[in-house]
């Protein structure tokens, strides 16, 4: 069955950075595109971005265009993203989801992974 | 960007009673709205899709309504397992986004 695992949890100083891996397994990698979406403790859902697992093209939300970077390594299945300049705002569950259909950006988010805690503190 | 706004923000009601949540967007979204359930500590799962169409693993108890910019998601007599969050989600155009979620709660 498809499944996305991802790195365990982080804590991080800020303006440090933190790369947070999603290994894919179940179904052809290069066929799906995968988002990353955050949740702040208590609160709602945020995108971040999406990439192509095929020919590695990204798309970012404009909140994080500065400081997001999303790549992929097809020989072991895995995306990552990596945020940069951490603040304490930046607290969050990160979770990548997959999109629900191939070949395209359908941006219907199914199915997630567990979610990776990342905490921002001095 | 468009933004989703999601009410009620709790709704207390009792198993075997009926849900209904609502979503409103900013813009037209056509159908390209979703709904995601998420439960404490887990990811949310897709629920529907485009409107109205139920994801794999979901009773028929859940269903979705709706187009352009009013929508909702009904649970048609709650079960204990469905008290959770809800998110709607647009596809719309780029960000997609969420509704800042409903939370539905036993009486």
């Known amino acids: 069955q498809v499944q996305l695992v991802q790195s365990g949890a982080e804590v991080k100083k800020p303006g440090a950075s933190v790369k947070v891996s999603c290994k894919a397994s179940?179904?052809?990698?290069?066929?799906?595109?995968m988002h990353w979406v955050r949740q702040a403790p208590g609160q709602g859902l945020e995108w971040m971005g999406i990439i192509n697992p095929s020919g590695g093209n990204t798309r970012y939300a404009q909140k994080f265009q500065d400081r997001v970077t999303m790549t992929r390594d097809t020989s072991t299945s895995t995306v990552y993203m990596e945020l940069s300049s951490l603040r304490s705002e930046d607290t969050a569950v990160y979770y990548c989801v997959r999109d629900r259909e191939g070949y395209g950006d359908r941006k219907i988010f199914d199915p997630w992974g567990q979610g990776t805690l990342v905490r921002v503190s001095s | 960007e468009i933004v989703l706004t999601q009410s009620p923000a709790t709704l207390s009601l009792s198993p075997g009673e009926r849900a209904t949540l609502s979503c409103r967007a900013s813009q037209s979204v056509s159908t390209f709205l979703g709904w995601y359930q998420q439960k404490p500590g887990q990811a949310p799962r897709l629920l529907i899709y485009d409107a109205s169409n139920r994801a794999t693993g979901f009773p028929a108890r859940f269903s979705g309504s709706g187009s352009g910019t009013d929508f909702t998601l009904t649970i048609s007599s709650l079960e204990p397992e469905d008290f959770a969050v809800y998110y709607c989600?647009?596809?719309?155009?780029?960000?997609?986004?969420f509704g800042q979620g409903t939370r539905l709660e036993i009486k």
């Open positions: 179940g179904y052809t990698f290069t066929t799906y595109y």
């Open positions: 989600q647009h596809r719309f155009n780029w960000p997609p986004t």
